[in-house]
């Protein structure tokens, strides 16, 4: 006979229950802990540190027993976690790729070795979809379009002005970068008057959007009437650029960015960002269900979006006490 999961399960519960009323004691019968590898990108933003905590805390609360690898934003150091993991026969793989393609080979391997893998976060780019489980993560076209469509309607201030947009990237083949790029593009589409005059990569952190906006600066000085950053703390980090280069940023210069971090509350409150698209880290109560769910045999939607909103400066004073990271 054929061993599934399920059926060694079964075996397992079924003689649990023998032991325990044998015994007379339930404590004779302790589920054994569901293990978890978890591939993290990195910690290059306040969205990830907020992410890493989130499924330390919910692993912990939920009694999942956590393998955790910080791959310092690098693919080959996930390709290894991702392998280490299959090596050490843990019960589910999650993480968060931090580029879109290149999976197939060490998704295959998983696979092989009958281990689920489920993606937070950020998507990838195979063709066999049954390489992973599940997909739970935002939307990022949708953020795009949300950024391009607060853009729009302040358009509408000034219906006969030129804004020239400056963009900030997010790392390069990253599923956020592409996609919120994507979608600000489609959205701003409708009113030629929008126009993107420089598009870099921040690699969505602090320094490199500050040095990128530093040389946009440079290059475009007051012609710049926009900045359109793929996440907050390189909005944060070109705002310092801005004002060193005695312009004033949410002013002179619109900031429109996205994951509502605390930080970017604070440079609202500040009146120096103009508006955040609101992107949620808090991922870990919801991966740990799921992969109790997978490892259970139960099916699970290939997709799981997050819900989010808009937050305009006009009210990141009331809303600055309800954020949680
Ligand atoms: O927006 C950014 C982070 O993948 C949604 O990664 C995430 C992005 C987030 O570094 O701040």
């Known amino acids: 006979m054929k061993l599934t999961r399920r059926t060694v399960l079964g075996r397992a519960l079924a003689l649990g229950f023998a032991v325990c009323s044998m015994a007379g004691s ?15 990108v990195g910690a290059e933003s306040e969205w990830r540190t907020a992410n890493t905590a989130s499924i330390k805390d919910a692993a912990k609360k939920d009694g999942v027993t956590l393998k955790f690898a910080d791959a310092q934003q690098k ?22 790729p931090v580029v879109e393609s290149g999976w197939d080979t060490v ?3 998983a696979k092989a070795a009958k281990i689920p893998v489920i993606l937070t976060d950020r998507a990838v780019n195979v063709t066999d979809k049954s390489l992973y489980v599940t997909f739970i993560g935002s939307d990022f076209v949708e953020e795009g ?5 607060w853009l729009l309607e302040r358009a509408k201030k000034t219906p006969d002005a030129t804004l020239n947009i400056v963009e900030l990237q997010g790392t390069v083949g990253s599923a956020p970068a592409i996609d919120r790029k994507a979608g600000f593009e489609q959205e701003i589409a409708s009113n030629p008057k ?7 990569t921040g690699d969505f952190t602090r320094a490199k959007g500050k040095e990128v906006m530093e040389a946009f600066l440079k290059a475009e000085g007051k012609k710049i009437n926009v900045l359109y950053a793929h996440n907050d703390d390189m909005a944060i980090g070109a705002i310092q650029a801005i004002e060193e280069a005695g312009l004033k940023p949410g002013t002179d210069i619109i900031v429109v960015s996205i994951d509502g971090v605390k930080g970017a509350f ?7 960002l103009n508006v955040t698209v609101e992107c949620s880290p808090l ?8 992969a109790r769910d997978v490892v259970a045999g139960k099916p699970v939607p290939k997709r799981i ?3 989010e909103g808009v937050f305009p400066a006009e009210v990141a004073a009331k809303e600055f006490p309800n954020r949680k990271y």
């Not at 339930?26 to 993290?40: C, H, I, R």
């Not at 991922?283 to 799921?290: D, K, T």
């Open 26 to 40: 339930s404590a004779a019968f302790a589920a054994k802990p569901l293990v978890m590898g978890f591939s993290q």
């Open 75 to 96: 693919q080959e150091n996930q390709v290894k976690a991702i392998r280490s993991f299959i090596a050490q026969k843990v019960d589910v793989i999650a993480f968060s």
């Open 107 to 109: 998704l295959q391997e």
């Open 145 to 149: 379009h949300r950024a391009g469509r």
């Open 194 to 200: 929008l126009k993107i005059i420089r598009s870099q």
């Open 266 to 272: 604070e440079a609202m409150i500040a009146g120096k």
């Open 283 to 290: 991922l870990g109560p919801q991966l740990m269900q799921i």
């Open 305 to 307: 979006t997050t819900e």
